[in-house]
C-alpha cells in the first residue's frame, strides 16, 4: 500500500537556526497537510496546500513557516527561525480528493520529531 | 465553532470489555467525522469514519454512534484486545473544506 514518507525522523537544530522537514506524499494525491503535535497531545492543523498555493493556514503557521513543493514529489515545511516551542512532532498528510470527504481520508507519515534546544 | 471536544483523556478497560469514547461538536457545517487511531512513535491512521446522514456504522469490532440532533459521535470498541492499547482521536470536516480539525485524543489501555 502507498504510503507517506518523511524525512528525517528526527531532527535536533538550535534556537534561531532554519529547518526543513520534508515529506514524499501519495503519488497521486493533490491535497498536502502539515499537522503538529506537542508531546503526544492534540494533533494540530498548520497548513494545507493544493494546486501549488496554500489553501488554508492556522493562526500557527506565521511569517516563520513556509510550505514548497518543489517538484512533482516531495513537500517542505520549513521553519525560517526556530523557537523552543516549535518542539513538537510534525506530520505531513496528503489526500486525494476534498470533494468526496468520506471516501477521501487523510493519509499520515510516521513524523519528523523536531527538538529545538 | 470549530472545535472538536473529546473525553475521556484516557481509559483503562479489561481485555474483552467495550471501549466508549465520546465527541461532541457545535459546526453543523461539519459533514465527515473520521476516527484516528495513533500507535507511540507512528502517525494518526484512520480507523473507521461517518457521515451525518448514517446514525451507526460498523465494520468488525469498532462502532460508530452517530447522534446528529444532540451534535455527538462515539466510538465503541467491542472485545477489547491488548492490541487495541493506543491513542484515539475523533476528527470532523466540513463539506469541501480543506482541514480536518482533530479531537484532544484518548488513550486506550487494555488490560491482558
Known amino acids: 500500500e502507498p504510503e507517506v514518507t518523511q524525512t528525517p525522523s528526527h531532527q535536533v537544530t538550535q534556537m534561531g537556526q532554519e529547518v526543513i522537514l520534508r515529506c514524499v506524499p501519495i503519488s497521486n494525491h493533490l491535497y498536502f497537510y502539515w499537522y503538529r503535535q506537542i508531546l503526544g497531545q492534540k494533533v494540530e492543523f498548520l497548513v494545507s496546500f493544493y ?55 487523510l493519509h499520515f507519515g510516521n513524523g519528523t520529531r523536531l527538538t529545538v534546544t | ?61 469498532f462502532t460508530i454512534s452517530f447522534n446528529k440532533s444532540a451534535k455527538q459521535f462515539s466510538l465503541h470498541i467491542m472485545d477489547s484486545q491488548p492490541g487495541d492499547s493506543a491513542t484515539y482521536f475523533c476528527a470532523a470536516r466540513m463539506a469541501g473544506g480543506f ?13 491482558a
Open chain 1, 51 to 105: 494546486n501549488n498555493e496554500i489553501s488554508e493556514k492556522s493562526e500557527i503557521f506565521d511569517d516563520q513557516f513556509s510550505v514548497e513543493r518543489p517538484d512533482g514529489s516531495n513537500f517542505t515545511l520549513k521553519i525560517r527561525s526556530t523557537k523552543l516551542e516549535d518542539s513538537a512532532m510534525y506530520f505531513c498528510a496528503s489526500m486525494w480528493d476534498r470533494r468526496s470527504s468520506y471516501n477521501s481520508p
Open chain 2, 1 to 61: 465553532q470549530q472545535q472538536v471536544k473529546q473525553s475521556p483523556q484516557s481509559l483503562i478497560v479489561q481485555k474483552g470489555g467495550i471501549s466508549i469514547i465520546n465527541c461532541a461538536y457545535e459546526n453543523t457545517a461539519f459533514d465527515y467525522f473520521p476516527w484516528y487511531q495513533q500507535f507511540p512513535g507512528k502517525g494518526p491512521a484512520l480507523l473507521i469514519a461517518i457521515r451525518p446522514d448514517v446514525s451507526e456504522k460498523k465494520e468488525g469490532r
Open chain 2, 99 to 111: 482541514k480536518t480539525i482533530f479531537g484532544a485524543g484518548t488513550r486506550l489501555f487494555v488490560k
